[in-house]
């Protein structure tokens, strides 16, 4: 089983500012990670696939980055709407996924 | 509109049994593998299941292997998890999700809103 492991648990973070969000596979990967955005009461959101593809109409200031074992997902210019919690996922074994990271404001 | 709608949570005891489905739309079902994807409460998402798009390939979490089945209904457009011998941790929001390409294994571009299932002892 791949164990994906998120870093921080909780990003603090004011608005406009930049975040950024670490995700690690306990084996390598490829290039298949995604990264999801959850809000209370909803399901999650598709934000990016294939490690750096944004999805049908997630903005430019979402973006992702990495290879083999460690993989970033960035927002360039945090907005109120982004403020939730951010879940990566490997689909390259089976599929898992990491424990969350929770962007608060600061 | 692409949509996902689950049913059939519910309170069950220790032992018992439930069988979530999952109503799909707005897509090809039959084209694309689906999955079942659960989150137990103040905790992550944990992969469940997956179905191949003809149904004859199947895979399970090492959890819920030999208790869960998963199937599907192409001509009706729905798919299932049948859930045996269920345990007090298996208590989850259960959520079907479409692939984005509709892979094996895939990132996951459509989900339902969830279907809550607690296990009473």
């Known amino acids: 089983e791949v164990v994906m492991t998120q870093s921080p648990v909780t990003l603090s973070v004011s608005p406009g500012e930049r975040a950024t969000l670490s995700c690690r596979a306990s084996q390598g990967v490829s290039s298949n990670i995604a990264w999801y955005q959850r809000k209370p009461g909803q399901a999650p959101r598709l934000l990016i696939y294939?490690?750096?593809t944004r999805a049908t109409g997630i903005p430019a200031r979402f973006s992702g980055s990495g290879s083999g074992t460690e993989f970033t997902l960035t927002i360039s210019s945090l907005q109120s709407e982004d403020f939730a919690v951010y879940y990566c996922?490997?689909?390259?074994?089976?599929?898992?996924f990491g424990g969350g990271t929770r962007v608060e404001i600061k | 509109e692409v949509q996902l709608v689950e049913s059939g949570g519910g309170l069950e005891q220790r032992g018992g049994s439930l069988r979530l489905s999952c109503a799909a739309s707005g897509f090809t079902f039959s084209s694309y593998a689906m999955s079942w994807v659960r989150q137990v409460p103040g905790k992550g998402l944990e992969g469940v299941a997956i179905?191949?798009?003809?149904?004859?390939?199947?895979d399970y979490a090492d959890s819920v292997k030999g208790r869960f089945t998963i199937s599907r209904d192409n001509s009706k457009n729905i798919l299932y998890l049948q859930m045996n011998s269920l345990r007090a941790e298996d208590r989850a929001i259960y959520y079907c999700?479409?692939?984005?390409?509709?892979?094996?294994?895939?990132?996951?571009?459509?989900w339902g809103q969830g279907t809550v299932v607690t296990v009473s002892s």
């Open positions: 294939g490690v750096s």
């Open positions: 179905i191949g798009a003809s149904g004859g390939t199947t």
């Open positions: 996922q490997q689909y390259n074994s089976w599929f898992s």
């Open positions: 999700a479409k692939p984005l390409r509709g892979l094996f294994t895939d990132a996951f571009d459509i």
